[in-house]
Structure formats: structure tokens, C-alpha cells
Nanobody, 123 residues
Framework: QVQLVESGGGLVQPGGSLRLSCAAS????????MGWYRQAPGKERELVAV???????NYADSVKGRFTISRDNANVSVYLQMNSLKPDDTAIYYC?????????????????WGQGTLVTVSS
């Protein structure tokens, strides 16, 4: 199967920066869209940013100009550079990927989530 493992969360002061990483592993044929979502306490999970396999990006209005999503050349890892962080950015951040994976001789599609990494912005 497929696993997504995130890293890079932590505590940062307002105005600071963090970089999140997410690596996919398993019987992967290819990965289409990869993205980051977040869920703050008492709120629903929301899209932060998404990047296609071709490198097109889309961002939530609340993070435009502050966050940058990118992928590695092998297209199995995705990153989120977060600058000018605000207390409202405090949340658990989840990696998501649309994966084409091998099952025996066949290829199947699946949508996968990482376990989440906590980002806390506080002075």
C-alpha cells in the first residue's frame, strides 16, 4: 500500500517560518495532485495548498503570498514553506495525495492522508 509521512511541525513565534515535508512511500506508480490541509481546534479541515504533477499550484486566500508549496523532482515528496506565520495558522497540518499504485500487475487509484503534524504559532 501507500504511506505518507509528514515532518517539520513545531512551535514558532508570530512572524516566523516553518517548512513542512511529506514523503510518500509504497508501491507507487505515479502521484497526481499533492496537497496540504489543516484543521484548527473546533474547525473543519480546510485546503491550504495543492500542486499538480505538472507543477500548477493553488492556495487558500488566507495563505497566498505567505506559503509556498513545492514538489521534488521524483514527485513523491511535497513541501510547504510557511513564512510570516500568524496565530490563526495554528492547526494540525495534513498531507494528502492522489496516488496510482501497483496491486499485483494492476494499477489502482487511491487518495491518502498523512498522520498530521502540529503547527503552533504563539509568542
Amino acid at each position: 500500500q501507500v504511506q505518507l509521512v509528514e515532518s517539520g511541525g513545531g512551535l514558532v513565534q508570530p512572524g516566523g517560518s516553518l517548512r513542512l515535508s511529506c514523503a510518500a512511500s509504497g508501491s507507487i506508480s505515479s502521484i497526481n495532485d499533492m496537497g496540504w490541509y489543516r484543521q484548527a481546534p473546533g474547525k473543519e479541515r480546510e485546503l491550504v495548498a495543492v500542486i499538480t504533477s505538472g507543477g500548477r499550484t493553488n492556495y487558500a486566500d488566507s495563505v497566498k503570498g505567505r506559503f509556498t508549496i513545492s514538489r521534488d523532482n521524483a514527485n513523491v515528496s511535497v513541501y510547504l514553506q510557511m513564512n510570516s506565520l500568524k496565530p490563526d495558522d495554528t492547526a494540525i497540518y495534513y498531507c494528502n495525495a492522489d496516488v496510482v499504485y501497483f496491486m499485483g500487475w494492476r494499477r489502482n487509484n487511491g487518495n491518502y492522508w498523512g498522520q498530521g503534524t502540529l503547527v503552533t504559532v504563539s509568542s
